[in-house]
């Protein structure tokens, strides 16, 4: 089973910045694709950003121009560094892998890691 860690979360002031990372036991370029998801209380879980294992990008409109994300293969990591971050931002934030070879339905999450943002 694969396992992976966020870490990174914390309170930052609005247009603070921060940076997550999400650990995982196996190599992240293996994955069809990983990606940062957000809940905010009272919400449902939405799509932050996601990258494919082609290296390809999409981001939620809410994020574009702030947020990005990118991953290190030969630390299996996951990384989304933040800028300009707004309160609206404050949510858990949780790191999903889909699609393994052999095991293209293969999905899993991680614990996620609380980021607020005060106004």
């Known amino acids: 089973q694969v396992q992976l860690v966020e870490s990174g979360g914390g309170l930052v002031q609005a247009g603070g910045s921060l940076r997550l990372s999400c650990v995982a036991s196996?190599?992240?370029?293996?994955?069809?694709?990983v990606g940062w998801y957000r809940q905010a209380p009272g919400k449902q879980r939405e799509l932050v950003a996601e990258?494919?294992?082609?290296?390809?990008?999409n981001y939620a409109d809410s994020v574009k121009g702030r947020f990005t994300i990118s991953r290190d293969n030969a630390k299996n990591t996951l990384y989304l560094q933040m800028n300009s971050l707004k309160p609206e931002d404050t949510a858990v934030y949780y790191c999903?892998?889909?699609?393994?070879?052999?095991?293209?339905?293969?999905?899993?999450w991680g614990q996620g890691t609380q980021v607020t943002v005060s106004s």
């Open positions: 999903r892998g889909t699609g393994l070879p052999l095991r293209s339905a293969y999905d899993v």
């Open positions: 196996r190599s992240i370029f293996s994955f069809r694709a």
């Open positions: 990258i494919s294992s082609g290296a390809g990008t």
